[in-house]
């Protein structure tokens, strides 16, 4: 079983607890230390644990003759963290897939940007019989350059029809279940929540936005190119920005203003709040101190597992966590029904994935998801792009799920 790290330590053990037919299963954990690791490979048990990014290492124990492969079966949980076919993940794990008798992925996102995606992630699955063997090949078959420059292709669009064919090869590989569909889940309420900048914010951030240089506390703030000014204007949004040394200045605390205003609006239950920056931290910290609010942050480390268990218990009225951090695995349903996104990543699997941390089977109560965007500003159309991936995720898993209901 590969996983994220913290699923890994974690949940997968804690759900074999829970079901009757899986009390059997003797379940080792492969993380530590070299030697621990192989340690807990020498212990029988019927299944092993190991976080994704030790992959490499355990490939390579099995080098060059790798028929010695002694795993019958491999659970990539989270296969789209092996979309990159030139990942060292990918590569280490392709060597060994013929002689591995099944191999099973799962995953909520599979094409997080485009069907790009899915060629890493089938070939994983059926050795490159459905889309072939080269990454390329697969390219040039179902897309055709989008944005480039001269001979610099920026990015590929499906060719017309691409998409149906694509479906077509892998539908007797993939199924989708849809939480909807198979489990009764509580109702789930999106709300978007605009906040507006001050003036003098304002001027900073659309002088960033045109110039690629504001000035704030008497400080210039610049970006050397567009990606770096957007990374600038979504802090800008959150209320403070880095200069090039990682010094903090702050903008303005509007954002604060209505994160508490929907903490206090929570009336007592527990909030989960996802950030996007280091410098949020503090910041939100601070403020929930001086307005009596308790609160603690996700952080990696051995004391997760106590910490998660306290959410569970209801016993940290405010969460914060970061979507890349804690968007993965971690089951935190039981402690609260209520997030708010402090800023958005334009990740549309971190997106998902972190609201699926509440959103999910055994939560009891309406889920509420708060949006909190500072009005006019790029924030807008990240949601927007978020929305728009997402009608594309959703087209492929729609796609899979007929092989569900034509009883294929």
Not at 155 to 182: H, Q, T, Y
């Amino acid at each position: 079983m590969v996983a994220p790290l913290r699923v890994a330590r974690m949940v997968w053990t804690d759900e074999a607890k829970k079901w009757d037919h899986l009390s059997w299963l003797r379940m080792q954990r492969v993380l530590g230390d070299g030697k621990q690791r192989l340690a807990a490979l020498a212990r029988r048990a019927d299944v092993y644990l190991i976080n994704r990014e030790l992959v490499p290492w355990l490939v390579s124990l099995y080098k060059p003759n790798y028929q010695r492969w002694p795993f019958d079966m491999v659970v990539l949980d989270e296969l789209s963290s092996f979309k990159n076919p030139t990942g060292v993940r990918f590569r280490a794990l392709r060597k060994i897939m013929p002689y591995t008798k099944r191999v099973v992925g799962l995953t909520g996102t599979p094409t997080p940007k485009s069907y790009l995606d899915l060629w890493a992630e089938v070939g994983l699955l059926d050795n490159g019989e459905r889309l072939g063997t080269k990454y390329t090949g697969f390219r040039e078959r179902y897309f055709e350059p989008d944005k480039r420059n001269r001979e610099v292709v920026w990015s590929w669009k499906a060719r017309e029809g691409a998409v149906e064919r694509i479906n077509e090869k892998i539908k007797d590989l993939c199924f989708s279940m849809s939480g909807e569909d198979w489990l009764k889940l509580p109702e789930r309420i999106d709300n978007t929540v605009f906040c507006e900048m001050p003036a003098e914010a304002w001027a900073a951030y659309t002088k960033m936005e045109v110039q690629l240089i504001a000035e704030v506390q008497e400080k210039d703030i610049t970006a050397g190119s567009i990606a770096t000014a957007m990374n600038k204007l979504l802090q800008m949004a959150n209320g403070a920005v880095y200069d090039e040394n990682s010094d903090v200045f702050t903008l303005h605390e509007y954002k604060i203003d209505a994160l508490l205003e929907l903490i206090e609006a929570a009336d007592g239950h527990p909030v989960l709040v996802f950030y996007s920056f280091r410098h949020d931290i503090p910041r939100i910290l601070k403020a929930l101190k001086t307005a009596h609010f308790k609160a603690e942050v996700i952080e990696s480390g051995s004391g997760i597992e106590e910490q998660i268990a306290r959410w569970n218990k209801g016993e940290i009225p405010v969460l914060l966590a970061h979507p890349a951090s804690a968007g993965h695995g971690l089951n935190l349903q039981a402690g609260g029904s209520v997030i708010i996104w402090f800023g958005l990543p334009w990740s549309l699997e971190l997106y998902q994935q972190a609201n699926a941390r509440l959103y999910r089977q055994g939560q009891k109560d309406a889920v509420i998801i708060h949006h909190l965007l500072a009005r006019g500003t790029v924030e807008e159309n990240v949601l927007q792009v978020l929305l728009e991936k997402e009608a594309t995720q959703t087209g492929l898993l729609e796609a899979v799920k007929a092989r569900l209901t034509s009883g294929s």
